[in-house]
């Protein structure tokens, strides 16, 4: 997970703070010292992280909440406030052009995800009903001009190709009369990358720059770079001049200094960030909502837009019945489990809930895969109607009962053992997050 070793300093310190009671100004120093420690082992920038501290401890000495009550609290909003600034403060979204076809660049080393991005971007944007065409400009890697075809083939959205030219800045101009020509609304270039940032390199895209005046020019960073990920965007902003980032590989980046230190440093935006390998595993980046997750605040803004790109509204009211009622059974699960997966991995999705951190085992214990969920569909309808709809896992305890079970799914006791012990964790959990939802409603939840 994104940011997992700050999040896990960053509560400890938060724990510590509560339970305390009232705050002296040595608890704030020994905590914001933790931040510091916290921030510098995440590879965030040096002057970034003395800055971020100096602000919080100056909030901190503004409020005078040395010795009140809700001292604790007070200071966690502050962090997430100021976390949500280093982030980038407000969301920000890429320009769309009064007058069509908007024109996006994207710009970066090779390997940071530039290709895998543009075809990531095409689908989002096609799932916003706009019409997307891709442009292969990056010549020099024959390999990235195929990648581009099989991407655009597999999501049905044209690329446009000039073959055997080695002129990039010719095939950006060709291709904006060309997407006009097809009704095509957003024209996304992929250029060509460098193992290092040179200046034939600069040359080229500041060409194309000058020829098809995009509206906007994105840099494509990897966020397991760490630092250099910053150098590379200070260089391309000065250079080049960027609009954004789009952060890429955030998924297998534990620290997240990057991701942290970037807008500090550039002054640029993080605009979408790239999650998974897999052609929807781009996110829009939303500071704000990425500061709550890391102190385990929660995201439920996140979870419901995901609930509601995957469900149709019947699905959500029986979800939010369910929810309220407080019951939940076999059959519930099922159906829970089919429209979570809906939405993507359980795991992740369970994680953008408020407290939840400290159930991390149990969140790894319910993360499965397709052939799993067929094994607990299996198991679930070949309990009784009575079993399914009870609520109650006791029921089962008895092993002649699971034997059955296992039998009639085709499984084994162990099989059925686990998927008990699943559905007592998810039934946990979903208290959590209904007692969680509450407590937010008066803001911040106890870790
Ligand atoms: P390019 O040289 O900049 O065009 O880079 P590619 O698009 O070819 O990507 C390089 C590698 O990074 C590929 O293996 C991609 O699958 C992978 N990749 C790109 N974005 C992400 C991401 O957000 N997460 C992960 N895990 N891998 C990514």
Do not use: W
């Not at 085709?410 to 209904?434: H, P, S, W, Y």
């Amino acid at each position: 997970m994104p940011f997992e070793s700050l999040s896990e300093r960053f509560q400890a310190a938060f724990k510590k703070l509560r339970g305390k009671g009232k705050l002296s100004e040595e608890d704030i120093t020994e905590a914001l010292k933790e931040m510091r420690r916290a921030l510098l082992e995440a590879d965030v920038n040096f002057t970034v992280t003395k800055d971020f501290i100096k602000k919080v401890r100056e909030k901190a000495v503004g409020e005078e909440i040395f010795g009140s009550l809700n001292a604790s609290q007070t200071v966690i909003k502050i962090v997430r406030d100021e976390l949500a600034e280093l982030l980038g403060g407000t969301q920000s979204r890429i320009a769309i052009a009064p007058k069509p076809p908007t024109i996006i660049m994207l710009v970066g080393l090779q390997g940071a995800g530039k290709t895998t991005t543009a075809a990531k971007l095409a689908k989002k944007l096609k799932a916003q009903g706009k019409s997307p065409i891709m442009v292969a400009g990056d010549v020099y890697r024959p390999a990235a001009i195929t990648q581009l075809q099989v991407l655009g083939k597999e999501l049905d959205i044209p690329v446009y190709t000039e073959e055997g030219s080695t002129d990039p800045v010719q095939i950006a101009e060709n291709a904006i009369p060309y997407a006009v020509g097809h009704l095509r609304d957003v024209v996304i270039i992929d250029t060509a990358g460098r193992l290092h940032i040179n200046e034939t390199l600069m040359d080229e895209l500041i060409h194309i720059k000058e020829e098809v005046h995009p509206h906007e020019i994105l840099l494509v960073v990897d966020a397991m770079t760490g630092q250099d990920a910053v150098t590379a965007a200070s260089a391309f902003d000065g250079a080049l001049g960027i609009d954004g980032m789009i952060m890429t590989k955030l998924d297998g980046d534990a620290r997240g200094g990057a991701a942290l230190s970037i807008k500090a440093v550039t002054g640029k935006p993080i605009k979408f960030i790239g999650v998974s390998e897999k052609l929807d595993g781009l996110e829009e980046f939303h500071p704000n909502r990425y500061a709550s997750r890391i102190l385990d605040l929660g995201d439920v803004e996140t979870i419901i837009e995901k609930a509601q790109a995957a469900f149709d509204e019947e699905s959500m009211a029986n979800m939010k019945q369910t929810m309220k009622s407080g019951t939940f059974t076999f059959d519930d699960f099922l159906t829970q489990l089919h429209m979570i997966k809906k939405m993507g991995n359980v795991g992740s999705i369970m994680s953008l809930i408020p407290g939840i951190g400290k159930y991390k085992k149990e969140l790894d214990k319910v993360d499965m895969d397709g052939k799993e969920l067929k094994h607990i569909e299996a198991i679930i309808t070949s309990m009784t109607a009575q079993e399914r709809s009870s609520g109650n896992p006791k029921m089962l305890i008895k092993d002649s009962r699971k034997r059955r079970i296992a039998k009639g799914s085709g499984t084994r006791v162990q099989d059925v053992n686990r998927l008990i012990k699943q559905f007592t964790e998810m039934q946990k959990m979903m208290k959590q997050a209904k007692k969680a939802q509450q407590k937010r409603r008066g803001f911040i939840p106890r870790l």
